[in-house]
Structures are given as structure tokens and as C-alpha cells.
């Protein structure tokens, strides 16, 4: 079992016990009290650096440890999925954890690894952040490339689809280096489809912080929420339109010349020239100069003095004139072995791209007016540096991928990427991976599912997303998935259409859930395990993201109580689990303390210093800025990791797979004519966002949060609820064309009279309280996502347009 040293101030019978609240992602500094051996209270820790504030839902942790609907011990299905009646009984943990090892086990024989695929809820809206490593450890022991982790609805945008443009993303999903906004240093910032006030607390301080010393701000958001009112400039955008409002922004950006103009020479692909013919960059082949692997890699530019090519060599990253000579406008004839071939700059073609998006096409298609517009491409360019980031508002649509391509673009523009004030790629603690991907059964994995039809998407990071996954299930396409283990995630509630997951999900061999709670989607599990909440387990967290001092802290967060029962930490059931698999070796024999120590080694942290300070030990980072421009180990400029080394602003990997090299605009209603009707069928258009108090799919049951917000909401301007005859408060439908749920009005004068803003999770009851379940699966319960169709999706990373669908609201009861 861990360790779990537990720091003793106070007197006898209290104790303060330093730590983080693991519950989100802003992972607040905190200090515990136990009174007589029970949690009683959360506050945060000053001294943490996130822990100048905790959120009610943090306050509420003691109500979460407490809670009567806490499973407590390892349960078996003994009836039939489907039937109303699961027939759970309690088991024990060896019985439990040995039947899901033999059906792992079994599976493997009979369709190989990839037949059991892993499902793990995001790191964003839980603690299973703190044993991720673990389950990825465990999923490259066993060898499937199958795991699920909601990627396709969160993280998509900002960790995977920027890395076309950048070589890195905004942030780092599972390994790798993310460009976090440095809001401390930022002259300007754009948050962009994202509520910090809400869903990230610590983030909002540091805004607000960074707003008394004069930082400006630019809200893009359907609603007028959060820091929404402090902001120099709300754009109020048509939900799923933020990708013409990018190109709009910077087309006027290009056209006032208020734009980086040497960093895109220097280190974009701007410069390099385009093959009218091919849409290819033109390249030595092309030249008839070097057949070789090389050549290929060897683009060109034009000399704008002296009218000539000036070769690109992006295997050494390097340009054989000064970036500062290079054209990137106009048009040229160069002389090819088969003829003349028309070629313009990169650069050119993603101005003549923006120049299509003019203030007048931009208001029809983002409901913005020019002035504002105006106002926003001023702000980012005079109040530089500029930082972004864009979350849930852009990641949850069918246009999702070239949506955040447009932004990183515009982003390129201002050239604040990893300077003071930018997006930086901040120092990290070194430490040893432990994920595992140099273990055998990760080297041999088949391909992710989805990596036939979607090769740049999720498969290519071994991800799969919703509907992929339940295809597998269901339909064996592309491969039979007949195995699952879930750590947490909800599927059921999170993705769209649940009603062809629940099939899926009860079409398996056999599923094992690990969770605090019976959800919907653990309720079709054969077996059930519980697990420890994070503040009755010991993790380890290195770095605290958001800033290079929160990136210096390393902290070894003690146990606060035990857990309920028999409930164990993730981590603890993962190596108990790994050691029935036959990878006992490849788990330190079942030493977490032994996993810990590895990983720590070259931070020269030990784990004794850490449980000697439960509130963390620093280790000093400094931050370098502009590292493209540094020189790597064998002495070329290290640029981006990109295949060009450039930032793309013209990608060739895109097209080479049949996209749009440039990110072109396509809405995502599929119906945007019927907006201007308003006898359509479907004349509204819906969108959604979290709520403050609830944490996704979660925390309804608890009384202190759920008070505040009994029932689910959609938000509606009052003139649209007035010409349906709804008064605030009243229950109304929601229908669009693929199902139909209920949510209480509330009246929002800030939106768009045509919008309407949903919420999605509800499902969970509060006995304590008296106040409702909802059926997941049926028109009289509450599950917005079967409001959406999955087969209207982005055709990178299969998202479906969770925030962009045609709907109508009626009173309900009233058809
Ligand atoms: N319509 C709509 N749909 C959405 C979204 C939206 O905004 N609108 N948001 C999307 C986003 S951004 C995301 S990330 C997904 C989230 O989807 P999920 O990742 O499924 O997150 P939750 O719904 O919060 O469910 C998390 C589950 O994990 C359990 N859990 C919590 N902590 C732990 C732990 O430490 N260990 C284990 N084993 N279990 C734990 C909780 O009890 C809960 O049952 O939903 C997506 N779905
Ligand atoms: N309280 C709370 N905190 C959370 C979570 C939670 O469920 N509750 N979930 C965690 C997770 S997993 C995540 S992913 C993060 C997400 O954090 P956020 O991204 O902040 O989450 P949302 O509220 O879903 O979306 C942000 C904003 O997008 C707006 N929006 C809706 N449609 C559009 C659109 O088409 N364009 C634009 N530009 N904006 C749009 C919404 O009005 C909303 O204000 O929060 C994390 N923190
Ligand atoms: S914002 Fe709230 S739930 Fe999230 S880590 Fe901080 S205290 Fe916990
Ligand atoms: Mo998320």
C-alpha cells in the first residue's frame, strides 16, 4: 500500500494537512483540517502557488469523502445487461481483480490487445491525473493502442491540432510540452471560447491580477460571463464561427500591416513558394536538382531585391539569404525541367485566404460588427505581447480542427509565440517518464482505431474517441473492441448518443469501471470497483502548470483520511491488477514508492525531502524564451518541430491527406439558412457551457452544490422565451432533429436572441435533498447529448458538433 504520512500541526486532535485539491484542473494549493479523525473543512494554502483561492466545489470535498452513494466495495454483475436489475454483488478484491485479469487475458488470446481497449475521465474535471501515468504504463504493458480519454471533445483543439502549426500544442496532453499563456508578462490576452471564472480558478486570480496592472482583454464568447464584463473588447460570436472570425481578425491585421512581419519571414512558412498546378510547396525535385530524400526537403523562397530563389534546406532549418530579404507577396514564374510553374508565397495565399473574410462578411457569418472587429485586431496588435487560450468553445464542433488552425495562425501574426508575455514553453522539473512506452507490448501495438480513415487524427497519439470506440463494440468496425477498462471517464453522459453507447457498452465480453460513484455508464459494467477519492490517497504532482513558478513546485500530496470501505486508490488497484497480467516486473514489484523514485531521479528531489514537506519542495527553473531560435545538438537552428522546422501557416501534411492546407471556414450547422427563418423547424441555435458549481457529469448528489442549482438550465433571451410564451424558471423541451430533453428556462439578456445555451451531465440525484435523478436515455430526462448528432463530425478528429446544433425550445408539455 503508499505511503500516506499525514503532517501533524495543531494540537493532538486537529490537524492541518497541506496539499492540492485534485478535484480540476486548476489543482488549488490547500490545507485539510481532520478534526478527531474526520475531514471537516478545505481552505486554500497562500503559499501554494495555486492556492490563493478555492471554489465551492473544493469546500464541498468533506460532503464528497462523506457521501452515503460512495461505492465502498468491488461488485458483480449477476444478471443480464439490460435487465433493470443488475444483481450486484459484493465480491472481493482478489475475486474481483482475477476476473478481470482472465477476461483481459482471454480477450487478448482470442482478438489480440487492441481488443481491449482502456477509457479514463479527463485530467480536466477529476483527480485521475494523479495516477494517468499509471494507466498509461498499464495500457502499454498489455499493448493496446485503444484508449479513450475524451480527447475528441477536449483537447483535440488545443493539444493536438496547434501541433500542425506550431509542432507543439497549447497545452501538453499525455507527455510532451505545451505553450501556456504567460499572464503575467501578457500585454494583451485572448480567451477564446473559455470561461476561467468558472472552470479554472486559478487562471481567473491570475487574470484578475493581471488586470489591475493594465493588461488588456478580449472575451470571445456567445455569453457575456465570467471576465466577459471586465474585457476591453467582448466579441459576442455565432457559436461555431470562430474559425471566420480568426481569418476575419486577420485580415485586418494584414491589411494594416499590424503584424510580425519578420517573424513570419524568419520563422514561418510564409515565405516558402506554393505550385499554383500542385498546391505543393515547390521543392528541389521539382527543380530537376537533388532526386533524393533531401531534395524533397528542400523548399524555396523569392529574393525581393534581387529576384531570385533563395533555397530552404528544412532538414538544418536553414535559408540561404537573410529571412528579412525573403517576398511574401506577388507571383512567380519559375522555370522547371517540364516548364514554368506559377508559384506564390505561403504568406500570400493565407492573405488572399483572410482577405475573403472583409468586416461585412464577418458580421453576416459571426454576428459581429465591423467596429468591434476593428477594435479587437487593434487591441491584439497594439498591446502586445499577446497570449491565448481557447478551450471547450472551440473544441466542441464539426470545424473544430481547422478552427484551431485559423487561431494559431492569427496567433502567428502578433510573433508573441514563447516571448516574455506570449504563449511560453515553460521549464519543467526533470523527471524520468514512466509511461512506459519503451515496454515491449507498446513497440508491437496495432494501430488505434480510426487510423485507416483519420491517420492525422486522435489514432496517430493512440487516442480514440467516442463514437469510434462504440463502433468497434458494436459493429466490429474497423476491428472488434471487445474488452474495456474504464477508470472513471462517463461516457454515456459525455459523448453524443448515448443511447447506441449503452448498446455498445452492454455488447462487450466483459468491462470493468473503476469510480467513486454508479453512473450510468459503470452501471453496464460487469465489474464495478471503487475507488479512494484524491483526498484519501497519496499522489505525486510535478509542476502546477500555469505559470514557471507554479511549473517549479513538486509536491507528494499526502492522504488527508482513509478511504471509505474498501475503496483503493487507482494507482494501488493498477498494480495489483498489472501483477495478475504477468507485468509484476514491469510495476517495481508492486512499489509505488519505487515508481515514484524513478520518475523523481533527475530532479534530485527524493521522496523522503517530499513527505518531510507535504507543502512541496521548489526546484528552481529558469525560463528561456525564443528556443527556435537557439541551436540544437548538432548545430542547426532548432526552429519548430514541424516537418518544415517553420511555423505552418500552409500545412502540406494536411493536404497530403486530403484537407485543406489553409483553414478555410466551414460551418458547422449544416442549416445556416434556416437562422434567418424563424419558421423553420429548428430555428434556434444551441450551444453549451459548464456550470460553476458541478464538475461535468458529477457532483449533483452533493447538498451544499446542488442547493445552489437544483435543476438543469438552458439559457434563453427573454424575447425568444416571450414569443414562446416561457417565463423564467418554467420547464421546457428541447428538441432538435436527433432527440429531445428537458431544462428549466433561465432568462439571459447578454445572448443572442437566436442562441440558446444548454448544460449537459445531469443525471445524478440528491437524496439529501429530495431532489431528482434524470433518466439518461429518454426525452423526459436531461442528457443533452442526445441532442446531438454524431455523424455530422470534424473530419480530423471525428468531434461532433456538440455546440452548434439548429433546436427548438417549447414549454413542456406543449408539442
Ligand atoms: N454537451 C457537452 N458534452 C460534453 C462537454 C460539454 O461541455 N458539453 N464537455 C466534454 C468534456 S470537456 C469532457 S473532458 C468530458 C468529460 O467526461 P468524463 O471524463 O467522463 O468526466 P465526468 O463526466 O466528469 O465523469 C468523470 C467520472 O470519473 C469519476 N472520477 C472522479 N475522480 C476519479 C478518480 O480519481 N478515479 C476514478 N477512477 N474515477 C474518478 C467520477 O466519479 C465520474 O464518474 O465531457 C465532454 N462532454
Ligand atoms: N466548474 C467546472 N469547472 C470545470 C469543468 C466543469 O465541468 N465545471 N470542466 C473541466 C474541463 S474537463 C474542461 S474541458 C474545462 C473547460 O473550460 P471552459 O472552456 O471554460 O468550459 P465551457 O464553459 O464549456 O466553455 C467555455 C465558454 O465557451 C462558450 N461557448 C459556447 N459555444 C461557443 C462557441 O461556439 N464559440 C466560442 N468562442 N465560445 C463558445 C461558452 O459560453 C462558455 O462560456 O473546464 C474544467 N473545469
Ligand atoms: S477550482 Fe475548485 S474543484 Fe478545482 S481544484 Fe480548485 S478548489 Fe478544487
Ligand atoms: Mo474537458
Redesign the pocket.
Known sequence: MEGSAIAMTDHASTQKIHGHCAL???RCGTIATVEGGRFTRLDPDPSHPTGQAI?A?GRAAPELVYHPDRLTRPLRRTRPKGDSDPGWVPISWDEALDLTATAMQRIKAQYGARAVAFSMA?????AIGDSAVFVQRLRNAFGTPNLYG?ID???WGRAFATQYTFGVGIVAIGGGQGAMADIANAGCLI??????????LTHATAIADALQRGMKLIV????K??L?AKADVW?R??????GA?ALGLANLMIRNGWYDRKFIQAWSNGPLLVRNDTGRLLSAHDLGQDSGDEGARRYFAWHETEARLVAYDAAAGHHEADASSLALEGEYRIATPQGEVICRPAFELYAALCRTYPPEAVEATCWIPPDQLEAAARLIWHARPVSYY????????ANTTQTARAMSLLYALTGSFDGPGGNVLLPGVPTRPIVGNDLPGAKGMAPALGMSDRPLGLARWNFVGGRELYEAMLESKPYPVRGLIGFGANMLMSQADGIYGRKALASLDFYAHLDMFMTPTAALADVVLPVASAFEREALRVGFEISAEAQSLVQLRPAVVPPPGQARPDASIIFDLAGRLGFAAEFWNGDIDAAYRQQLEPSGVTLEQLRAHPEGVRVPLKTQHAKHAQADAAGFTRGFATPSRRVELYSETLLEHGYAPLPDFVDPTGAPGSLRDPKARFPLLL??????????S?NRALASLRKRSMFPEVEMHPEAARERQISQGDWVSITTADGSVRACARFNETLDPRVV?GQH?WWQGCAELDAPGYDPFGPMGANYNLLIDPTVADPVSRTASY??NMCEIRAAGVS
Open positions: 480540476c484542473i486548476a471554489c466545489k479527463s485530467a480536466s474535471t477529476t475524451s471533445v477536449c483537447g480567451l477564446w471560447g473559455y470561461n476561467p471564472s468558472f472552470s479554472r470571445i464568447d456567445p455569453r460571463v465570467g466577459g466579441l460570436v455565432r457559436p461555431g464561427s470562430d472570425l481557447a478551450w471547450s468553445g472551440h473544441e466542441q464542433h450551444t453549451c457551457a459548464k456550470p460553476t458549481l458541478f464538475l461535468q458529477q445555451v451531465g455546440r452548434a
